[in-house]
């Protein structure tokens, strides 16, 4: 559900016709994205957007409930996987709800990116640093 004002036309209109459960992936630059998938590409180049930002401005628009993680990410990339679950745990302190954590393979990961109802894909070099959101609700 649509929190506040975002500029990107694609993601405020996918935010704003998010239903609970529905998916949406953050992923960084190498993600494979399958062809019948909306991508929302804000790539501009190495590092810009960086995942964080689009991470932040995601969690500022949309109640989310859930995240989907691939173990790689804590592993190969822990600076950024830190912060992202630090995010995450601020996210819960504003909206006063708790954010389940699923940890799968990055197989698993990728399939599962096929149900999103949008891929956006950030210019994050980062290995690993992708997300899926699954939406809450507000009240």
Same mark, same amino acid.
């Given at each position: 559900?649509?929190? #506040?004002?975002?500029?990107?036309? =694609? ?26 998938? +909306?991508?929302? =590409? ?17 969690? *500022?628009? #949309? +109640? ?21 679950? =630090? ?10 709800? #708790? ?5 799968? #393979? ?9 149900? *999103? ?16 959101? +699954? ?5």
């Amino acid at each position: 559900m649509k929190k #506040s004002t975002l500029l990107n036309a =694609d993601l405020s209109y996918l935010v704003a016709t998010l239903g609970h459960t529905d998916e949406i992936t953050i992923c960084d630059a190498g993600l494979p994205i399958a062809e019948e998938t +909306q991508r929302i =590409d804000l790539a501009l180049t190495h590092g810009v957007p960086s995942f964080m930002d689009t991470v932040r401005v995601i969690l *500022s628009e #949309s +109640q989310i409930e859930g995240v989907v993680l691939a173990e790689e990410f804590a592993k190969v990339s822990p600076a950024l996987h830190a912060a992202l679950l =630090d995010e995450l745990k601020a996210e819960e302190a504003r909206c006063n709800k #708790s954010i389940a954590i699923a940890y799968v #393979s990055h197989e698993e990961f990728k399939a599962r990116t096929h149900y *999103s109802r949008a891929v956006v894909r950030t210019g994050e070099c980062t290995p690993y640093a992708n997300v899926i959101f +699954q939406a809450g609700v507000v009240f």
